[in-house]
T-cell receptor, first 111, second 117 residues
Framework: DAKTTQPTSMDCAEGRAANLPCNHSTISGNEYVYWYRQIHSQGPQYIIHGLKNNETNEMASLIITEDRKSSTLILPHATLRDTAVYYCIVMTTDSWGKFQFGAGTQVVVTP | GAVVSQHPSWVICKSGTSVKIECRSLDFQATTMFWYRQFPKQSLMLMATSNEGSKATYEQGVEKDKFLINHASLTLSTLTVTSAHPEDSSFYIC?????????????FGQGTRLTVV
């Protein structure tokens, strides 16, 4: 069973912020939230991860709700190259690397 | 980020032959490598976990005698698809974790497109 729920698809205008939601209502205390994306016919690319605090790096920001049951990935200024499938994954360091990918969100950035 | 390289990027083989795919961590030592398979319009499915120097652990439903995994060094893991059939045609992707990455990051190779004819 999928541990996360994401919208199937979303469109975003180039230059605007893209906000990608993810529900993980059954997340346990030692599970991290990870985001990866997969551009067509390539391997997944790491974006960001967090446990309970909000995180920001050069690619994106991750906002995790206080109860940790949901999170939002924010791409601050979407470009056409951000068109990809975005995966939200929860996992513990005990099972580190054994990603269980869901269907993800197909993001299409339009000019 | 760290670099994980797969070779070849694509391969076409005849039915009944075997194909070997290499996964290398180029700038770190990977204590654990993972192999995934992705069919068209589907998500990635974990096939197996390999730890350097030990036997791979396969996910349920993955035939270990068909998909041979070797992780002989901290920078190289290989997946051999034996007696390949057209239904084995897929996108195979490896990922690597551990070493200086610790237990919080993993990086993926670019994938290998296998077509069995």
């Amino acid at each position: 069973d999928a541990k996360t729920t994401q919208p199937t698809s979303m469109d975003c205008a180039e230059g605007r912020a893209a906000n990608l939601p993810c529900n993980h209502s059954t997340i346990s205390g030692n599970e991290y939230v990870y985001w990866y994306r997969q551009i067509h016919s390539q391997g997944p690319q790491y974006i960001i991860h967090g446990l309970k605090n909000n995180e920001t790096n050069e690619m994106a920001s991750l906002i995790i709700t206080e109860d940790r049951k949901s999170s939002t990935l924010i791409l601050p200024h979407a470009t056409l190259r951000d068109t990809a499938v975005y995966y939200c994954i929860v996992m513990t360091t005990d099972s580190w690397g054994k990603f269980q990918f869901g269907a993800g969100t197909q993001v299409v950035v339009t000019p | 980020g760290a670099v994980v390289s797969q070779h070849p990027s694509w391969v076409i083989c005849k039915s009944g032959t075997s194909v070997k795919i290499e996964c290398r961590s180029l700038d770190f030592q990977a204590t654990t490598m993972f192999w995934y398979r992705q069919f068209p319009k589907q998500s990635l499915m974990l096939m197996a976990t390999s730890n350097e120097g030990s036997k791979a652990t396969y996910e349920q439903g993955v035939e270990k005698d068909k998909f041979l995994i070797n992780h002989a060094s901290l920078t190289l893991s290989t997946l051999t698809v034996t007696s390949a059939h057209p239904e084995d045609s897929s996108f195979y992707i490896c990922s690597a974790a551990g070493g200086r990455l610790g237990n919080t990051e993993a990086f993926f190779g670019q994938g290998t497109r296998l077509t069995v004819v």
